[in-house]
């Protein structure tokens, strides 16, 4: 998600919402990105979604399981739906 600067400072209670639920948000002044907040224990090619996070921390039998990608890809779908 990226906010500019106005929009960041009058909704960073939901940027640290979404942030906290595994968001990565960039924040950017007249357009051009020049900060990301994303969550402390943020690994770079790890999940970025906390309940994709969560499934690579306790997997499903194989018959259940969907790749982290798959169920990001589906979360973004949605995201943007909604928007």
């Given at each position: 998600m990226?906010?500019?600067v106005?929009?960041?400072?009058?909704?960073?209670?939901?940027?640290?919402?979404d942030?906290?639920?595994?968001?990565?948000?960039?924040?950017?002044?007249?357009?051009?990105?020049?900060?990301?907040?994303?969550?402390?224990?943020?690994?770079?090619?790890?999940?970025?979604?906390?309940?994709?996070?969560?499934?690579?921390?306790?997997?499903?039998?194989?018959?259940?399981?969907?790749?982290?990608?798959?169920?990001e890809a589906?979360?973004?779908?949605?995201?943007?739906?909604?928007?």
């Open positions: 990226m906010y500019n106005l929009e960041a400072r009058n909704s960073l209670s939901k940027l640290i919402a942030v906290e639920s595994g968001a990565e948000v960039t924040i950017a002044r007249r357009g051009v990105p020049v900060a990301k907040i994303v969550p402390i224990d943020y690994v770079p090619g790890r999940a970025g979604n906390a309940f994709a996070r969560w499934l690579e921390e306790h997997p499903l039998t194989p018959e259940r399981a969907r790749p982290v990608e798959e169920i589906i979360i973004a779908e949605n995201r943007a739906a909604g928007a």
